[in-house]
């Protein structure tokens, strides 16, 4: 349940009161946005369910901001529903689309007249700070109401504790290193494990602390290289291997790499495409001029993304779409449901989006004493926008 709101009414009835409740509600949309990851399809579930129980009509809005641009929807039900809280991917399919990048405003009024020829009462959208942020513009200058639910393996999104996709996201990554270690002990190698994280470095800081890397390269942490090189002749000294967990989104400044142009292939949301960058490869031939170490790298890449959801997942995303659905059956639109401590709150989805929620210095701390120490001081804040935790 959501913090600051009364019991929900109850289950719909199946007799004439069910269905007039059902037809006073409408149709709520669902859709998901962004990258996928597990998770998604236990919070479609948890949000039909509720929804279904509050008299909504639960309508499936495919491939997220594309399927209303475009007019492909349709019904979902508790049957189909039910068996997909174990799910990976999501069931509704999903898009990098922006619908305010399309010309001459055509994006956002093909969706607006979707919404209209669905006859949508509300809407929940389930994305990153890109997808939300699109739901909370087409809340304050369309008026539209929706609600959001914060999905991320990035774990990046102000407001809430935790997304649900991180703790799968990690626990893929920490087994991934934990396997690079083995044979990197065996062929007295440097292993690189290169991870996702467009803007944070969460999912890398928690991959290498839980995996016991001896060097984790986080964005937010620039890092002399120099030192580095250093710390990873001392560590195969002492050794005969090393560890390293690197962000695909760490600062390369300083060593060659593919990007220093800045002549990237950008998405819909104007982020540049860090496939290109191939952060591990460029890591693993640096080591290897510097130190002479013969050094591998691994791109753990989508698999992170696939995949049945973590218990925490399973857990979190369920709980977050019934109070979505709850949110929606109370009308409190222009919000985002968010974890705090143990609890879920609302909150502004507009403040929810305005913010990224970076890896602080307090955690960089933790990181030297159990890694490589005082491999870097300084912040970084990408597009002016960041929030510590």
Request: hydrophobic letters at 40%.
């Amino acid at each position: 349940m959501v913090l600051g709101r009364s019991q929900a009414e109850g289950a719909c009835g199946q007799g004439e009161g069910g269905l007039l409740r059902m037809r006073a509600r409408g149709r709520l949309g669902i859709l998901t946005g962004g990258g996928d990851c597990p998770g998604l399809n236990p919070a479609v579930r948890g949000c039909v369910l509720k929804a279904a129980q509050a008299g909504f009509e639960p309508w499936g809005i495919l491939d997220g901001w594309k399927g209303l641009m475009e007019g492909r929807g349709r019904p979902l039900t508790r049957e189909e529903v039910e068996p997909i809280v174990g799910w990976g991917g999501t069931i509704l399919g999903t898009s990098r689309t922006n619908p305010f990048q399309v010309e001459e405003g055509r994006g956002v009024e093909s969706c607006l007249r979707h919404w209209k020829a669905w006859n949508l009462s509300a809407a929940v959208v389930m994305g990153g700070e890109d997808t939300l942020g699109v739901a909370a513009r087409l809340y304050q200058e369309r008026s539209l109401p929706v609600i959001g639910v914060p999905k991320t393996m990035d774990n990046d999104l102000s407001a809430t504790d935790y997304t649900f996709g991180f703790d799968s996201s990690v626990t893929v990554a920490v087994d991934a290193a934990e396997r690079l270690r083995d044979t990197g002990a065996s062929h007295h190698r440097v292993m690189i494990l290169e991870v996702m994280g467009r803007h944070a470095g969460w999912v890398a800081l928690f991959t290498g602390i839980a995996s016991g890397a001896d060097v984790t390269l986080i964005p937010e942490r620039p890092v002399p290289w120099l030192d580095l090189a250093r710390q990873i002749r001392k560590v195969h000294a002492r050794r005969s291997t090393v560890l390293m967990v690197a962000s695909e989104s760490i600062s390369l400044e300083g060593i060659p790499s593919r990007d220093q142009d800045g002549s990237q292939k950008k998405d819909a949301f104007g982020h540049s495409l860090l496939k290109e960058r191939g952060v591990g490869e460029i890591l693993a031939r640096w080591i290897q001029q510097e130190t002479g170490l013969e050094a591998r790298a691994s791109v753990i890449g989508h698999i992170q993304r696939g995949g049945p959801p973590t218990l925490f997942d399973r857990i979190l995303a369920t709980r977050v779409g019934v109070a979505a659905a709850e949110l929606a059956e109370g009308s409190q639109f222009g919000k985002m449901v968010a974890l705090e401590g143990s609890r879920i709150v609302a909150v502004s989805l507009q403040e929810a989006t305005a913010k990224l929620k970076l890896v602080p210095p307090d955690w960089w701390s933790l990181l030297n004493s159990v890694s490589a120490p005082e491999l870097g001081s300084g912040e970084r804040e990408p597009h002016g926008r960041a929030q510590e935790v």
